[in-house]
């Protein structure tokens, strides 16, 4: 039974979904007006871990996630570059879409963008103006907080306490706390001005307000209930609040059945600003930090709790990525490696045990609010065994079994947790120069830099058992020319490449 912290009920509770077997979720997208930042990416990873974590659980996901490409921040920045909102909410979105991917974060299974979501925008809005929940003023439509008894439920708040958290101005400049009924009151509709983004619609041509956006989309492509809704602590309020209490006026059921909150990622235990120089954008990170290790980090603290970013955390995460991934290359080669008939070197029911009791621990600090930093502490305690089961052993083939057993469950487990290996690619950073090596010295023709090492190490091979000591020191110099690291092994010639 996976047991998730909920936002509305303030505690762990057993998460049940709605429909045996699948799970629908929604988490907040971006206002696509900017490259998003590092404190984006952590509310984005997070739900990623918790979706892929959930689909290996054996559920059916569908994930949905907006893009709010219509807003004052792109209208405003169309205007300083003196384009329009839609080739700045396009930009935007393009990138945020390469950025998600190149963090290693899955796509959703459906992204509405806001600005083509209007039609079942504006039927919410005149569902709440029907109910006498939301009124009009001059082209604007406001919802009328106090009309909902339930408002403050999910982010604990007394509305007779209630500060206005929605100073909001109209898309004129002009204030809106003299036009609505209550100051409580929010935008659900905003009347725009000539040459904004606008459609038309029963309180004249006008865009929607954001909140309105979440509901309406959710709404139409889970359905109401659904299971999960997601995004940063920061939109408990007033953003999900809105939502929330649109949805629940406006359809007359439950909005999401369980509300989940990441907590706010800082930089140095600063709160990220412009002014503070500390803002950092994903994908400028990306350039000098690994994806996996960026994940390592992010995955290192709960999703909960506050989450600082700085550069030793980011080289301690990169120690950790390495080391999982030396293991896994030591035992890959090691059993590549293992001998038929050589008596068995390791216990190998011990490692088998060893692998199936890191994924009893993993699954056990998942299902417990998809405990990721314990959930790790398991890997890496298996890391841990299968680095000492092998350390200076020759396997036999029995052996063999057994540390496959252990590579797949790390394998497996750190995919779930969504952090990229980058193994495969260890021969990207192989140098050009080596194929020419292989070409003069193996006479090696193709173009592929992992195959030219391969070669010139058989090369090396053959020339040793010739006796041509010439040419095999030719081979491992020109290797080591160029940043390789050959070790002589009993199973033969090991090469690790250090730049
Ligand atoms: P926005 O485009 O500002 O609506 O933010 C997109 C998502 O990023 C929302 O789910 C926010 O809650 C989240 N977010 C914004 N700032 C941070 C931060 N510093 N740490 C974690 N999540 C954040
Ligand atoms: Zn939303």
Same mark, same amino acid.
């Given at each position: 039974m996976i047991r998730l912290y909920d936002t509305k009920q303030h505690k762990k509770v057993d998460f049940v979904p709605l429909h045996e077997g699948e799970v629908r979720m929604y988490v907040c997208g971006p206002t696509v007006y900017n490259r998003i930042h590092i404190g984006n990416a952590r509310t984005f990873i997070s739900f990623d871990m918790i979706r892929r974590y959930l689909a290996w659980r054996g559920y059916k996901v569908t994930f949905v996630q907006n893009v709010t490409d219509v807003d004052d921040k792109i209208i405003n920045r169309a205007a300083e570059e003196g384009r329009t909102a839609s080739e700045v909410a396009q930009e935007y979105t393009e990138a945020f879409i390469s950025d998600m991917h190149a963090a290693g974060v899955e796509d959703p299974d459906i992204r509405p963008k806001a600005t083509e979501e209007i039609p079942a925008m504006i039927e919410l809005v005149q569902s709440l103006v029907d109910k006498g929940h939301a009124y009009e003023v001059d082209g604007d439509v406001y919802f009328?907080?106090?009309? !909902?008894? $339930? #408002?403050g439920t999910l982010s604990g708040r007394n509305v007779d306490e209630m500060e206005s958290g929605h100073r909001e101005l109209r898309a !004129? &400049?002009? &204030?809106l706390e003299d036009r609505k009924?209550?100051? +409580?009151d929010f935008a659900l509709w905003k009347a725009a001005k000539p040459g904004e983004p606008s459609w038309e619609s029963p309180w004249g041509q006008g865009r929607p307000g954001w909140h309105i956006e979440c509901s309406a989309m959710s709404h139409k492509y889970? &359905? +109401?209930?659904?299971d999960i809704h997601g995004g940063g602590q !920061? +939109?408990?309020f007033p953003h999900h609040e809105n939502e929330r209490a649109q949805s629940e006026c406006g359809c007359g059921t439950t909005f999401a059945n369980y509300w989940m909150h990441s907590g706010m990622l800082q930089v140095n235990s600063e709160k990220m600003s412009k002014s503070l120089g500390n803002f950092l954008l994903l994908h400028e990170v990306l350039e000098d930090a690994d994806p996996g290790a960026l994940r390592m980090l992010m995955l290192q603290? $709960? #999703?909960r709790s506050p989450l600082d970013f700085s550069v030793e955390r980011m080289d301690e995460a990169n120690a950790a990525l390495t080391r999982v991934m030396n293991a896994l290359e030591a035992a890959d080669w090691s059993c590549s490696n293992a001998t038929d &008939?050589?008596? !068995?070197? +390791?216990d190998g029911t011990a490692l088998c045990e060893s692998a199936s009791a890191c994924r009893d621990a993993f699954a056990e600090a998942m299902d417990d609010d998809f405990n990721a930093p314990a959930a790790l502490g398991s890997i890496f305690t298996l890391v841990g065994e299968l680095n000492t089961a092998i350390a200076g052993k020759e396997l036999s083939l029995a052996d063999a079994e057994a540390v496959v057993v252990a590579t797949d469950a790390i394998r497996e487990l750190i995919a779930v947790l969504g952090i990229s290996l980058a193994e495969e690619d260890?021969?990207?950073? #192989?140098?050009?120069?080596v194929i020419g090596l292989a070409s003069d010295l193996a006479g090696y023709g193709g173009d592929d830099a992992m195959q030219a090492v391969e070669a010139l190490l058989e090369a090396r091979a053959l020339a040793r058992q010739e006796k041509d000591w010439a040419k095999a020191d030719a081979v491992r110099d020109g290797l080591v020319g160029l940043g390789f690291i050959i070790e002589d092994t009993p199973q033969g010639a090991k090469v690790t490449y250090q730049g």
């Amino acid at each position: 039974m996976i047991r998730l912290y909920d936002t509305k009920q303030h505690k762990k509770v057993d998460f049940v979904p709605l429909h045996e077997g699948e799970v629908r979720m929604y988490v907040c997208g971006p206002t696509v007006y900017n490259r998003i930042h590092i404190g984006n990416a952590r509310t984005f990873i997070s739900f990623d871990m918790i979706r892929r974590y959930l689909a290996w659980r054996g559920y059916k996901v569908t994930f949905v996630q907006n893009v709010t490409d219509v807003d004052d921040k792109i209208i405003n920045r169309a205007a300083e570059e003196g384009r329009t909102a839609s080739e700045v909410a396009q930009e935007y979105t393009e990138a945020f879409i390469s950025d998600m991917h190149a963090a290693g974060v899955e796509d959703p299974d459906i992204r509405p963008k806001a600005t083509e979501e209007i039609p079942a925008m504006i039927e919410l809005v005149q569902s709440l103006v029907d109910k006498g929940h939301a009124y009009e003023v001059d082209g604007d439509v406001y919802f009328s907080v106090r009309s !909902d008894p $339930h #408002y403050g439920t999910l982010s604990g708040r007394n509305v007779d306490e209630m500060e206005s958290g929605h100073r909001e101005l109209r898309a !004129d &400049g002009q &204030g809106l706390e003299d036009r609505k009924r209550d100051p +409580l009151d929010f935008a659900l509709w905003k009347a725009a001005k000539p040459g904004e983004p606008s459609w038309e619609s029963p309180w004249g041509q006008g865009r929607p307000g954001w909140h309105i956006e979440c509901s309406a989309m959710s709404h139409k492509y889970l &359905g +109401l209930p659904f299971d999960i809704h997601g995004g940063g602590q !920061d +939109l408990v309020f007033p953003h999900h609040e809105n939502e929330r209490a649109q949805s629940e006026c406006g359809c007359g059921t439950t909005f999401a059945n369980y509300w989940m909150h990441s907590g706010m990622l800082q930089v140095n235990s600063e709160k990220m600003s412009k002014s503070l120089g500390n803002f950092l954008l994903l994908h400028e990170v990306l350039e000098d930090a690994d994806p996996g290790a960026l994940r390592m980090l992010m995955l290192q603290t $709960h #999703y909960r709790s506050p989450l600082d970013f700085s550069v030793e955390r980011m080289d301690e995460a990169n120690a950790a990525l390495t080391r999982v991934m030396n293991a896994l290359e030591a035992a890959d080669w090691s059993c590549s490696n293992a001998t038929d &008939g050589a008596p !068995d070197a +390791l216990d190998g029911t011990a490692l088998c045990e060893s692998a199936s009791a890191c994924r009893d621990a993993f699954a056990e600090a998942m299902d417990d609010d998809f405990n990721a930093p314990a959930a790790l502490g398991s890997i890496f305690t298996l890391v841990g065994e299968l680095n000492t089961a092998i350390a200076g052993k020759e396997l036999s083939l029995a052996d063999a079994e057994a540390v496959v057993v252990a590579t797949d469950a790390i394998r497996e487990l750190i995919a779930v947790l969504g952090i990229s290996l980058a193994e495969e690619d260890a021969a990207a950073d #192989y140098p050009v120069e080596v194929i020419g090596l292989a070409s003069d010295l193996a006479g090696y023709g193709g173009d592929d830099a992992m195959q030219a090492v391969e070669a010139l190490l058989e090369a090396r091979a053959l020339a040793r058992q010739e006796k041509d000591w010439a040419k095999a020191d030719a081979v491992r110099d020109g290797l080591v020319g160029l940043g390789f690291i050959i070790e002589d092994t009993p199973q033969g010639a090991k090469v690790t490449y250090q730049g």
